[in-house]
Structure formats: structure tokens, C-alpha cells
Nanobody, 121 residues
Framework: QVQLVESGGGLVQPGGSLRLSCAAS????????MGWYRQAPEKQRELVAT???????NYADSVKDRFTISSDNAKNTVDLQMNSLKPEDTAVYYC???????????????WGQGTQVTVSS
């Protein structure tokens, strides 16, 4: 099985910064893409940022120029640097990783448990 472990969430004041990290482990042969999604209270889960194996990135308009996604292929990790945080960024943030399983070479799409980010004064 492919497992994801997230870290870095917490409480921060408006204008502050947080760095989320996600580490993938298990039967992984290759990772095709990684991303971060979030779900605010009483709202549906939405895409925050993604990064593909070739380094291409995509951001939601609401976080563009404030958040930066990065990955380390050697370590199977993905980070989300969040700057200039706003109260509307408050949500549970989920890591997502898609790729191919080791040996069987079958595709997988795994989600982390989620980490709470609260932006409040």
C-alpha cells in the first residue's frame, strides 16, 4: 500500500506563513503527480496546487503568488510553502499523490489524512 504522512499545519495570524510537508511511502515505483487540496467548513474540497513529474505547476487563483508547491523526487515528498496567509485560507489541507506501484506497475492515487490550517487573529 502507498501511505502519505502530512505535517506542518497549525494556527497562524493573518499575514503569517506555514510550510506543509507530505511524505509518500510504500510500494512506489514512480510518482507522476503530487498536489495539495483543501476543504473549508461547509464547503467542498478544492484544488490548491499541483506539481507533475516534469516540474509543471498549477495553482488556484486564490493562492497564486502567495503559495509555492515543490517536490523532491528522490525522497517522494511534496511541500507547500504558504505566505501572506488570510482567514479564508482556513481549511483542512490534504496531500494527494498519483503514480505507479512497485513491481505490479499498476496506478495508484492516495490521499493523506489531512492537516488543519487555521488563520486567525
Amino acid at each position: 500500500q502507498v501511505q502519505l504522512v502530512e505535517s506542518g499545519g497549525g494556527l497562524v495570524q493573518p499575514g503569517g506563513s506555514l510550510r506543509l510537508s507530505c511524505a509518500a511511502s510504500g510500494s512506489i515505483s514512480r510518482i507522476a503527480a503530487m498536489g495539495w487540496y483543501r476543504q473549508a467548513p461547509e464547503k467542498q474540497r478544492e484544488l490548491v496546487a499541483t506539481i507533475t513529474s516534469d516540474g509543471s505547476t498549477n495553482y488556484a487563483d486564490s493562492v497564486k503568488d502567495r503559495f509555492t508547491i515543490s517536490s523532491d523526487n528522490a525522497k517522494n515528498t511534496v511541500d507547500l510553502q504558504m505566505n501572506s496567509l488570510k482567514p479564508e485560507d482556513t481549511a483542512v489541507y490534504y496531500c494527494n499523490v498519483a503514480g505507479l506501484r512497485r513491481y505490479s506497475y499498476t496506478p495508484f492515487n492516495s490521499w493523506g489524512q489531512g492537516t488543519q490550517v487555521t488563520v486567525s487573529s
